[in-house]
């Protein structure tokens, strides 16, 4: 197994225990993250996001497979079933992770997963209705980062 591929054991597998301080060692000092919801351009951000998201979970389930590496990229799929904290509905993602590596570590991870769906998921009704749009897209990205902010600033 490539080291790349391990790397990207090592991070699910902690992410399965919700173990975020394993999690942000698997990133370089200046790593980028991406999904629907976040985009964030700092590891700082990146570490605040995955100790958010391991402090909150609730009910949460992880499984992920297929994993690739070479020397430079990297992928994954994998799935989460939580309880979307906001609403309380239950949600079952299912995402395509792609990785960048620099120094044996992530400095650039994409997730990629079907937002309509997700909010269809998360927000119950109005997440099926207008989960299509930018404009709900643009509101949960733009609250998911207030909470972020909020969260960074409480620890």
């Known amino acids: 197994m490539h080291k790349n591929q391990k790397l ?3 991070f699910y597998t ?3 225990n919700r173990d975020a301080e394993t999690m942000m060692k698997c990133y370089h000092e200046h790593a980028s993250f991406k999904d629907p919801v976040f985009e964030l351009e700092s590891k700082e951000e990146i570490d605040a996001m995955w100790t958010m998201l391991c402090a909150r979970a609730k009910e949460f389930d992880l499984s992920f497979h297929s994993v690739q ?3 430079l990229r990297g992928s994954a799929h994998w ?11 239950k949600v079952h ?11 044996g570590l992530i400095a650039g991870h994409l997730d990629e997963f079907n937002f309509w769906k997700w909010s ?3 927000l119950g009704m109005p997440g099926y209705v207008l989960g299509w749009t930018p404009l709900l897209q643009k509101k ?8 972020l902010k909020l969260f960074q600033s409480n620890q």
């Open 120 to 122: 269809a998921m998360a």
């Open 79 to 89: 799935e989460a079933s939580y309880l979307f904290s906001s609403t309380g509905r």
């Open 69 to 71: 590496a070479n020397e």
């Open 14 to 16: 902690a992410f399965q």
């Open 8 to 10: 990207i054991t090592r």
């Open 93 to 103: 993602n299912k995402i395509t992770a792609h990785f960048e590596f620099q120094d």
């Open 140 to 147: 949960v990205q733009a609250e998911a980062m207030k909470n």
